[in-house]
């Protein structure tokens, strides 16, 4: 079992930057791929950004390529999400996510409650 846990959300300008993190429970987080998601009002939940276990592999969607970061720390049980050049398009609730590297796509196995980022322009 893994409990996940955002924060860094808030309310910023178009252009800011914002750094989320998760912080995940148990002696198994090493074991996960982690990943970011976001769901807009009135819109699927969608994939942003995967890490591998051990960091070395990344994989972004196209909308968020050169703007966003992921990267993790195993040793704390974290992972993040640096967000720069910000769009009121990337308003939404973002969670992270763990699951095997092979799902950490389209079906993780464990959600963070979510916490939401608003851009004004």
């Known amino acids: 079992q893994v409990q996940l846990v955002e924060s860094g959300g808030g309310l910023v300008q178009a252009g800011d930057s914002l750094r989320l993190s998760c912080v995940a429970s148990?002696?198994?987080?090493?074991?996960?791929?982690m990943g970011w998601f976001r769901q807009a009002p009135g819109k699927e939940r969608e994939f942003l950004a995967g890490?591998?276990?051990?960091?070395?592999?990344?994989v972004y969607v196209d909308s968020v390529k050169g703007r966003f970061t992921i990267s993790r720390d195993n040793a704390k049980n974290t992972v993040a999400l640096q967000m720069n050049s910000l769009k009121p398009e990337d308003t939404a609730v973002y969670y992270c996510?763990?699951?095997?590297?092979?799902?950490?796509?389209?079906?993780?196995?464990?959600w963070g409650q979510g916490t939401q980022v608003t851009v004004s322009s």
């Open positions: 148990g002696r198994t987080f090493s074991m996960y791929a």
């Open positions: 996510a763990a699951a095997p590297w092979v799902r950490i796509r389209t079906t993780p196995d464990y």
């Open positions: 890490i591998s276990q051990s960091g070395t592999n990344r």
